[in-house]
Nanobody, 120 residues
Framework: QVQLVESGGGLVQAGGSLRLSCAASGRIFSINPMGWYRQAPGKQRELVAR???????SHADSVKGRFTISRDNARNTVYLQMNNLRPEDTAVYYC??????????????WGQGTQVTVSS
């Protein structure tokens, strides 16, 4: 079994910061891309940022300069540092990872989601 567990969401005022974490555990052989998505009420889930196993990041235009994705391969963990938060960043944030398990099967896994609420 492989699972992703997220933490770090919460309520913050506009201009504040939060750091999300997502740890993968279980029968993991390798993890390739890891990413963060978000879904606001009434909207589609959208990609916020992703990072390759080699550490190459990419960020959505809406968060560039404010959010930073990083990963710790030794801990199978991906982070999202969110600074200068805005009310429009309010959403449920999900992590996603492409994982090959110990019997060679590769598939995408999702975390359970963590709520981020930014008050104005």
């Amino acid at each position: 079994q492989v699972q992703l567990v997220e933490s770090g969401g919460g309520l913050v005022q506009a201009g504040g910061s939060l750091r999300l974490s997502c740890a993968a555990s279980g029968r993991i052989f390798s993890i390739n891309p890891m990413g963060w998505y978000r879904q606001a009420p009434g909207k589609q889930r959208e990609l916020v940022a992703r990072i390759t196993s080699g550490g190459s990041p990419s960020h959505a235009d809406s968060v560039k300069g404010r959010f930073t994705i990083s990963r710790d391969n030794a801990r199978n963990t991906v982070y999202l540092q969110m600074n200068n938060l805005r009310p429009e960043d309010t959403a449920v944030y999900y992590c996603k990872a492409g994982i090959r398990d110990d019997i060679g099967i590769f598939r995408d896994y999702w975390g359970q989601g963590t709520q981020v609420t930014v008050s104005s």
